[in-house]
């Protein structure tokens, strides 16, 4: 570990003398300064671990020098020693900031662990700060990686509700970043200390998802044995985060209805009304409005979590984004795995702007770290990529069928969704029934073709 650096002001200089050769026999690396003056100056163009100043310097007081290194240097800690000790300049001191106050004669020992507790706490200082900046690379809106003008507005969105109480709801296709929002949100807010909690909610079926929630008592189902707190409770005074809401069975959304609007809700098989502190973000990748209109999910509960929306749009949507992200998993895994690989070739980046991605930024990053573990060269070729993007680029007809002909094929095949949809007035769920697919299915063909609903194709 590098040794502490020590700045010492003291007006004496046999003393001055004296404690740094202590203090550098003691593994230590010394400034020392017989004056205020020059004590600034050395504060002025470097930070030390610590600052010892004497009270009485031949300029000015220590306490001078002691809010010159609060302002310059706020997590440095400063000692301040005197040979005129009382109670009046030890309160004094440690109101104008100082970590400890030292009385001469002073023991070696004393002034030892005074220093080691003062280093320490300025370490622990500092590595909570750099915690703190990792979080905010990694969960903080600095990671979600865009220049597409829609990404930009959804940056604007992210900074205006960050700080509120306000309860966001996040829309978007699996792997657009949803997640990422949500801890970006959090991030930049004022509970950026506290907690974040994230349930999938669906992940759980709905009895275990109702005591994940909002916790259970013991003796309240099959396997409670103790008392146990849920994830609201988890998340107090912090942000919870429900992503799949729209999986919420009915009689989950009548709970989680009364938790929005109030704040209160009972564990499972217990009676005490608990109420929490907690900011709610939400997400979904099915459209919320469309349940609605099916009685699939609550209106009112759309109406409560639907107050601030952020839709992520689909990579596919985001072409001029696809290098800027490519290049930031690049950097990313090439550290990571220890690769020297720099870049992409014209070749290969052409085949990821022309893919589709259906599994949108997740897929990318995957795909990306697979060119870069099974890469030979500095930079990724086309022969690095996975199969399914060689399989959509122009030109590319899958085995026994011209390209012509697979053309050919997708224009019935779109009539045949039209005439479906037309006959059962675009209740996606009664055609999909009649086709005899399911309703994602169907929502996937229905992107693929580029239909809409008919209110909105008579837009276009």
């Not at 770290?369 to 990529?385: C, F, H, M, N, Y």
Request: net charge negative.
């Amino acid at each position: 570990m590098k040794p502490a650096s020590i700045l010492l002001a003291d007006d004496d200089r046999i003393v001055l003398e004296s404690m740094a050769d202590y203090l550098r026999q003691e593994n230590f690396t010394v400034a020392p300064a017989a004056s205020c003056a020059e004590a600034e100056r050395l504060l002025a163009n470097r930070e030390f671990d610590l600052v010892i100043a004497d009270v009485n310097l031949p300029d000015r007081d220590g306490f001078e020098l002691l809010r010159f290194s609060r302002d310059k240097h706020p997590d440095t800690p400063v000692i301040i020693i005197t040979g005129y000790g009382t109670i009046e300049n030890a309160v004094e001191a440690i109101r104008f900031g100082a970590f400890d106050y030292l009385t001469k004669p002073i023991m070696s020992d004393e002034l030892k662990l005074a220093i080691e507790r003062a280093v320490g706490q300025r370490r622990l200082a500092v590595e909570n700060k750099n915690l703190k900046q990792q979080l905010d690379d990694r969960f903080g809106i600095e990671s979600i990686v865009g220049h597409d003008y829609r990404m930009l507005q959804v940056y604007e969105v992210i900074e205006s509700v960050a700080d509120s109480r306000t309860t966001v709801l996040i829309t978007g296709e699996s792997g657009t970043g949803k997640t990422l929002t949500a801890r970006a949100i959090h991030r930049r807010s004022a509970r950026a200390n506290a907690p974040f909690v994230e349930v999938a909610c669906g992940a759980l079926p709905e009895t275990l998802l109702e005591s994940e929630l909002f916790g259970h008592t013991a003796g309240s189902f099959t396997g409670a044995v103790r008392d146990r707190i849920g994830k609201f409770q988890q998340a107090d005074g912090g942000t919870i985060f429900l992503d799949e809401i729209a999986t919420a069975s009915p009689g989950l959304q009548v709970k989680l209805l009364r938790v929005l609007q109030d704040m209160e809700f009972e564990p499972v098989g217990g009676t005490e009304t608990l109420r929490v502190d907690a900011r709610v973000i939400l997400a979904t990748n099915q459209d919320l409005a469309e349940l609605v209109a099916d009685r699939q999910f609550r209106q009112d509960l759309y109406y409560r979590i639907n107050v601030v929306a952020i839709h992520l749009p689909p990579l596919r949507e985001r072409i001029s984004d696809i290098t800027l992200l490519s290049k930031h998993f690049l950097q990313k895994y090439a550290v990571q795995t220890n690769r020297k690989v720099c870049g992409f070739t014209e070749p290969a980046m052409d085949l990821m702007q022309r893919y589709a991605w259906p599994g949108n930024i997740r897929e990318l990053e995957n795909v990306v770290e697979r060119a870069i573990v099974l890469g030979k060269t500095e930079l990724i070729q086309p022969s690095d990529l996975p199969a399914p993007l060689h399989r959509h680029a122009p030109g590319f007809a899958a085995p026994g069928m011209p390209g012509h002909l697979k053309a050919a094929l997708q224009d019935p095949e779109r009539r045949i969704l039209l005439d479906a949809l037309e006959s059962h007035q675009w209740n996606r769920q009664e055609t999909a029934d009649a086709l005899g697919i399911n309703r994602t299915t169907l929502y996937k063909k229905m992107k693929k073709h580029g239909i809409t609903p008919e209110h909105e194709r008579t837009l276009v």
